[in-house]
């Protein structure tokens, strides 16, 4: 016996149909390998925006502001290649296990892809990490993304700068 | 059951059905967006071992950013030329413990590298976590950043 679809079902079923269209004619449209350039500056001065709020909130240990930056399932990869989550990351700066003795942080390339924004620069800050002071440069990748009208802090990692090419630590030397 | 009560029911299961379905769907669909990249990162392991230039011409976005263990960020151009070289070779491989967070047609990969390498003459055989970011371009997933830090390393 076949049942006759209710219209809730019908109704459900439209909505897959124009999501799922929805979805692709994003995909087509939306994320480009080439972006628009206008938009990009527009999305790069958001987000350099964002990470001064982050850079300032940081060295306050002002985890209000982080909160809101970051993504609820962030993933923080440091320089010692320790993986810590949001939960981590906002602990070490309550307990002050985290500490910022000079910052500086620049050298930002932006590659923007609709709602997904990769970000790589350089930290010359001097850190105290649970007791250890950190004064190497660090390389860092992070990874913004627009959840709910906001771009996210979602993921991050830094890598100490042991090559000694010198456009590698330009930005530090000078 | 009373006439009141049955309108409830109905109530709460049209409010929690669509969520319901939808996270369903959703879950559905992450496992199927997992399974794409881990096959598209299973491609990208081989062919980096056979330095197929090809397969890594495919996978990697033009604009890939990848910086390396010792800091230094490199294209897409510089990293093909490593393996066509052979300036970047695998002794050893052993790659996994991956960890995907995704959000749409952007997945995020951490995972931990085992692998013996030889970069321009020197051995790392120091364990190294990575940061991986695919995105879907044109239908494709692509590489579009790397980022590799060596576990432990001294400072």
């Known amino acids: 016996m076949r049942l006759k679809r209710s219209p809730c079902v019908r109704i459900l079923r439209r909505l897959v149909i124009l999501s799922t269209l929805t979805t692709t004619l994003h995909g087509l449209l939306g994320a480009q390998e080439q972006p628009v350039a206008s938009q990009d500056s527009a999305v790069e001065k958001e987000i350099l925006s964002i990470e001064t709020l982050k850079n300032d909130a940081m060295q306050k240990g002002d985890t209000k502001v982080l909160k809101q930056i970051y993504g609820d399932s962030l993933i923080f990869v440091n320089a010692r290649g320790q993986v810590l989550t949001k939960k981590d990351r906002e602990k070490e700066f309550e307990s002050g296990s985290v500490k910022y003795v000079s910052f500086r942080q620049g050298d930002y390339h932006f590659r923007i892809y609709g709602n997904t924004a990769v970000v790589t620069g350089i930290a010359c800050s001097v850190v105290d990490y649970h007791g250890r002071i950190n004064q190497t440069p660090r390389r860092f990748t992070s990874v913004y993304v627009k959840l709910d009208g906001r771009w996210r802090f979602v993921a991050h990692q830094a890598t100490l700068v042991s090559d000694k090419e010198p456009r590698n630590l330009q930005y530090c030397s000078n | ?155």
């Open chain 2, 1 to 155: 059951m009373s006439v009141g009560r049955l309108l409830l029911v109905i109530v709460l299961i049209a409010f929690a059905c669509p969520r319901i379905v939808k996270a369903q769907s959703d879950a559905s669909s992450q496992a199927s967006i997992q399974q794409e990249v881990l096959k598209v990162e299973a491609e990208r392991d081989e062919a980096m071992q056979k330095a197929d230039m090809a397969v890594l011409n495919r996978i990697y976005a033009d604009n890939v950013v990848i910086v390396n263990t010792r800091g230094l960020s490199l294209t897409k151009a510089q990293r093909l030329g490593d393996f066509q070289s052979g300036d970047l070779k695998f002794l050893s491989f052993d790659q996994g413990d991956y960890s995907f967070h995704i959000y749409g047609d952007n997945v995020i990969l951490n995972g931990r590298a085992n692998s013996v390498v030889q970069f321009h003459g020197k051995v790392n055989r120091i364990p190294r976590k990575f940061t991986l970011t695919y995105i879907k371009l044109n239908g494709e997933w692509r590489l579009v950043a790397q980022n590799e830090t060596l576990i432990d390393q001294p400072q």
